[in-house]
């Protein structure tokens, strides 16, 4: 499997909770609860007093985007059915500031981390437990230091920290093994110590809000990079369709600087390439312009930092143009089709993009392609 881009944080050979040297230590075994006040997908504010009585509460910071977070969706779901009838509150938060995250650092989700987006995935994911966004301000994930999504921290009927930890023993449901905070619910609820207070955690590094001046400093790199633009003929352009040999996932855009639609959507399309490109997936923008207006067209992606591979038309018969690119293409613009490797059309759109509809027809791809280590 290719590299998450450092997006994995694997806390090996130290203790993770008070452990020196780690920029935000998670909080030692024994610490009181703070009191939050945070937003939830329900539309509602949670605070400490609406889980009074519950016998233990546990909070597992989680995430949209991180795949390990992903692959314990429905772990976590299955921990709410299974304890909340014993007397157990669970409670999902997101650590993450969206400022601090990455565009390729979600090259394996259609959704992002801010509040908006965590309803959509809760929704969509049936999450039966409450799902609340800490990442504005972090004040109270700060207090509780959760190493990685997911992170797990069990507090007793004295709302002191009895555990914290994984979930359990490997993303892969079919290779766990050990069942960490299962085995710690059941000593707290049976008025026992957890045989194990503390383990390491696997999954995505907190994206903290003080990460945030890398991402811009990331982002001022990507607008370094060299923006080119090269003829292609009809031949070039039918190979480009039937993408016989790239691997890769191709998501073929053809546009021109006159076309409104096409200049307003450009700039996503763009945060696209960065979203996906360092896995088996690639953009080429078509411009359906004229030869003779190829400096306007580089003046165009230049402003625009379209480091993608950027073509234009080479002939002047735009008809032929339209049947190299896609035969069922009447010739409105913008056009984009998203083709698998071998030439299967995965997604067709004439006009606008609907970017949420892209995103959920390219992870997919691009999984069967390289399936992430939570993956069967």
Request: proline share 6%; charged share 25%.
């Amino acid at each position: 499997m290719k590299s998450l881009l450092c997006c994995v944080a694997l806390i090996v050979g130290l203790r993770v909770l008070g452990a020196e040297g780690l920029a935000h230590p998670s909080m030692p075994i024994g610490s009181a609860l703070p009191e939050f006040d945070l937003p939830g997908v329900d539309g509602k504010r949670h605070v400490n007093a609406e889980y009074a009585g519950a016998k233990v509460l546990a909070i597992v910071f989680t995430c949209n985007h991180c795949p390990t977070a992903q692959a314990y969706e429905e772990r976590i779901k299955a921990l709410t059915r299974d304890y909340q009838p014993r007397g157990v509150a669970v409670i999902a938060v997101s650590p993450n500031s969206p400022a601090a995250v990455r565009l390729d650092e979600l090259g394996y989700t259609d959704l992002g981390d801010d509040l908006d987006d965590m309803k959509l995935r809760a929704r969509e994911r049936g999450f039966n437990f409450p799902y609340l966004f800490d990442g504005e301000t972090e004040a109270f994930s700060l207090k509780l230091g959760p190493a990685t999504t997911p992170h797990v921290f069990l507090f007793g009927p004295d709302r002191k920290l009895e555990f914290s930890g994984r979930i359990d023993d490997s993303e892969r449901e079919d290779r766990m093994k050990v069942q960490d905070t299962r085995l710690a619910l059941d000593a707290l609820l049976a008025g026992r110590k957890p045989a194990v207070t503390e383990t390491r955690v696997f999954g995505c590094s907190t994206k903290w809000g003080d990460k945030a001046a890398g991402n811009q400093t990331w982002r001022e790199k990507v607008r370094k990079e060299p923006v080119s633009v090269k003829p292609a003929d009809v031949a070039a352009l039918k190979a480009l369709r039937e993408n016989a040999d790239s691997g890769k996932v191709r998501l073929i855009n053809v546009w021109a600087t006159w076309c409104g639609p096409c200049v307003s959507e450009f700039d996503e399309l763009i945060e696209t390439n960065l979203r996906f490109r360092h896995r088996d997936f690639e953009i080429v923008t078509v411009s359906a312009q004229f030869p003779d207006e190829q400096a306007a067209v580089a003046k165009f992606l230049a402003k625009h930092n379209a480091s993608t591979r950027n073509v234009i038309f080479a002939e002047g018969d735009k008809d032929q143009m339209l049947g190299a690119v896609d035969p069922e293409w009447k010739g409105a613009l913008p056009h984009t089709l998203l083709v698998a490797p071998g030439g299967k059309v995965l997604y067709r759109q004439t006009g606008e993009i609907d970017f949420l509809e892209l995103r959920r027809r390219i992870v997919p791809a691009l999984n069967a392609i390289t399936p992430w280590a939570g993956m069967k």
